[in-house]
């Protein structure tokens, strides 16, 4: 079958999209998909500010984002390698309508980087279908038996410019 590969669209028709690209600039603007967005970070780290919040989301780790929820990236890191796989429909349990920040198990990783010969394609494989459906009816398992990562935020918006200070100069070298 021959593939269309274009770029990420809200209004695509395929219930599935995979978007991997190295070096990958962040998103600063505030946006928000009608999909369901599951990212790995192959290298570097990303934070995702959504709803107040900011999420870390260091190397070989995920964060599942619900669909339409306002978020951005950043990172210092020099490099970052993210990959998403977005669904536009997902089961019905409670795990898919909240965010979790989780290491990848090993097996995930391998699911995430096989996915990528799908990179982009607008038209979905009865393979790609399949397989990414059993990822995503695998993730609420994985995020049970590898911890998620919470990590406390600040409560004080005062502090938020002094905390963003400190990230921004921590490397360098007082005199």
């Excluded at 984002?65 to 990959?83: C, F, G, Q």
């Excluded at 198990?105 to 459906?133: D, G, R």
């Excluded at 990562?149 to 905390?163: G, M």
Aim: aromatic share 14%.
């Amino acid at each position: 079958m021959k593939q269309i590969i274009g770029e990420y669209s809200d209004h695509m028709k395929t219930n599935t999209y995979v978007w991997y690209e190295k070096n990958r600039k962040n998103a600063d603007e505030v946006h928000s998909h009608d999909y369901f967005q599951l990212n790995y970070v192959e290298e570097g780290y990303q934070y995702f500010h959504i709803e107040q919040k900011i999420y870390l989301v260091p190397q070989n780790h995920v964060i599942w984002i619900p669909a339409n929820k306002l978020h951005r990236t950043t990172s210092e890191a020099k490099t970052v390698n993210p990959m998403l796989i977005l669904f536009k429909e997902v089961f019905k349990e409670d795990f898919y309508n909240d965010i979790h920040v989780f290491v990848a198990p090993p097996i995930l990783k391998e699911m995430m980087l096989y996915a990528s010969k799908w990179n982009k394609f607008l038209v979905e494989e009865e393979e790609q279908k399949i397989f990414l459906n059993s990822m995503l009816y695998s993730l609420p398992h994985f995020c049970d038996e590898n911890h998620n990562l919470e990590l406390p935020v600040l409560v004080d918006r005062r502090l938020i410019p002094v905390s963003e200070y400190i990230h921004s100069h921590y490397t360098q070298i007082l005199i």
